[in-house]
């Protein structure tokens, strides 16, 4: 499709949705005020472990609510949320969280005072910079239908979470996509335009259902900053419009100095070249190693917090209700076996 073509289709979608806000289509709404700084946990796996009949302890071995639990014993004040777009729902790890349940999260965790991230992984399953597969149903699009499905899904899970009382501060377009997404048409390395005209329709359809809820591109590998400045950069100088910058660091307790060092001066170097706000919307270490664990997470939710001019939006650690060895092997969750939590979220304590 030329460029040309694109750039007049984009524009239509634009037009389209001014058109049908009046006729109820997608009305224009605010999020919430977002917390100053986000201290955040991905809790996407509770819903389908609460399915399989797991609860959650806190230090004392009292069986509690572990949104409350965040909450109230850790100052989590936000949650993120991953959707796919037709999920197996029989796969409580790997599946199950389509518009439907990701909305029922949410308002649980909005009920608490909690603001929600999205995280829209575009595909059927896990989406990350290894794989970027287009959901089963979108296999055969050509490129303006593509565009037409990413806008269609992002407008139904905002209007799903809307029907909840939900309005997300934030949603990641896409997820750790290092090489882009919906693969290959969005491909980052075999044409960046492709990209960053997915990233502009979904940021104009979160937009389109609420103005004030920013969007992210999210990136894994926060300590790598050439490929972050190669992708940013490229969608930049590709147009894209979206509001924050999302990176994923998983370090392990002996490195875990250096390589927050190195990804915050990678924030402040976009932040100097983009104007781009950060978030860290993953974070994760070794369940067995929660004294180093908690020190990473103390420094990282300080230094994030630090950065100038207030860029900085906050820290998220990924899947802490975890236990050991979930979903074939998963081990950098915080809580133990015995359903207890470890000291690891003690970290975002004041």
Known sequence: MKTSNRMILFAVLILLSSVLYPFGFAGLGTAS??????????????????????????????????????????????????????????????????????AELAQRAKKLGMSVMLTLHYSDSWADPGQQNKPYAWRNFNFTQLMDAVWSHTVYVMNTMKSKGVTPDWVQIGNETNNGMLWD??????????????????????????SSTKTIVHL?????????????GGLIDNGAQFDLVGLSLYPSSSDWQGKVDQTIANANSLIAKYGKGIVISEIGMDYNEPAASKAFIAAIKTKVRNIGGGKGAGVFYWEPAATPGYNKGYNKGAWQADGKPTSALEGFLN
Do not use: C, H
């Open 185 to 210: 048409d969005g491909k980052a390395s075999v044409n960046m335009k492709n990209y960053a005209w997915l990233v502009n329709t979904g940021n104009n359809a979160v937009k389109s259902v609420s």
């Open 33 to 102: 005020a977002a917390p100053a700084f986000a201290k955040g946990a991905d809790i996407s796996w509770v819903a389908g472990m609460e399915a399989q009949g797991m609860t959650w302890k806190d230090k004392k071995g009292v069986r509690r609510d572990v949104l409350q639990i965040l909450r109230d014993d850790y100052q989590i004040n936000s949650v993120r949320i991953r959707v796919w777009v037709n999920p197996n729902m029989n796969d409580y790890a790997s599946g199950y969280m389509n518009a439907e349940k990701a």
């Open 220 to 232: 894994a590998n926060g300590d790598n900053g050439s490929t972050l400045n190669w992708n940013i």
